[in-house]
């Protein structure tokens, strides 16, 4: 019988539990697949209708592509809000389980289940670098890594048989160029078993943190072109210098 340090998968680290192969630790975080294979389960993948994380329906691929939540856009008289609700069986809304409550200059207020709203900053701790911790109503620790511009984010928890491991990832709508002509792939969500134990508070989280990167986005966007607006156009170097012999290197400009 194999050994648990047998080589698998054309040369690369793994092992044999029960005379199953396992994946390679880089392997489980990109296809979210347990180690054991008494933990291994069908994944969940959720679709989104629009990439748009306030203005969208949740469609669930393994149940021919059932709408299970609703997100969009309200406004409540003097703020604008994003709701989101959970779907009925006849394909109606449901009761709101949150909302955020969007401010220009001040942070946003956010509400899960009904509980008072608070601000995106008090709900979630530090989590460190593009990360950010938040709790469920037992208590247990979880984690959204890769929070941020050019990153997949992925949540972690505590409890998992292995916390390198992701229990969900989040992957953005992307252009399939590997089809002729390309085709857009819309953005999906990964969910393990785990996972679906805290589907609404997941769901909540991410698009809390996936608007929250999009309007900074935004706005290092606008930003960076009213830069460029207001940004005087320079001669080159050379024509600087021939005309204005203080121009270069160093040197102060002298008008």
């Known amino acids: 019988m194999a050994t648990p340090s047998e080589t698998i998968n054309d040369g690369q680290a793994g092992t044999l539990i029960d005379g199953q192969a396992t994946l390679t630790e880089e392997e489980q975080i990109a296809t979210l697949v347990p180690s054991h294979p ?15 994380p306030s203005n969208t329906k949740i469609l669930d691929t393994t149940d021919h592509n059932k709408a299970i939540y609703l997100v969009k856009p309200d406004f409540d008289g003097k703020y604008t809000m994003t709701n ?24 946003d207020q956010i509400s899960f289940n009904g509980a008072k709203k608070v601000r995106k900053g008090s709900y979630f701790s530090n989590g460190g670098s593009f990360a950010y ?16 511009s050019g990153l997949s984010p992925n949540l972690h928890c505590d409890d998992n048989f292995n916390r390198k491991v992701p229990i969900a990832q989040f992957t953005r709508s992307r252009l399939d160029h590997s089809v002729d002509p390309p085709a857009v792939v819309p953005a999906q969500i990964y969910l393990t ?8 508070l997941l769901l909540f989280t991410l698009l809390v943190l996936e608007k929250g990167r999009r309007s900074k986005e935004n706005s290092d966007g606008n930003r960076m072109s009213s830069w460029r607006a207001e940004a005087q156009v320079l001669p080159n170097e050379d024509a600087a210098r021939a005309t204005n012999t203080g121009v270069g290197p160093g040197v102060k400009r002298r008008e």
């Open 133 to 148: 911790g938040f709790k469920d109503e037992q208590g247990r620790n979880y984690k959204w890594k890769g929070i941020g």
């Open 38 to 52: 008494s933990q291994r389960s069908s994944v969940t993948i959720w679709v989104l209708s629009n990439d748009n």
């Open 84 to 107: 989101m609700y959970r779907m009925q069986d006849d394909g109606t809304e449901g009761e709101i389980f949150g909302y955020i409550e969007w401010h220009d200059i001040l942070p």
């Open 193 to 200: 078993p785990r996972a679906l134990e805290i589907k609404n």
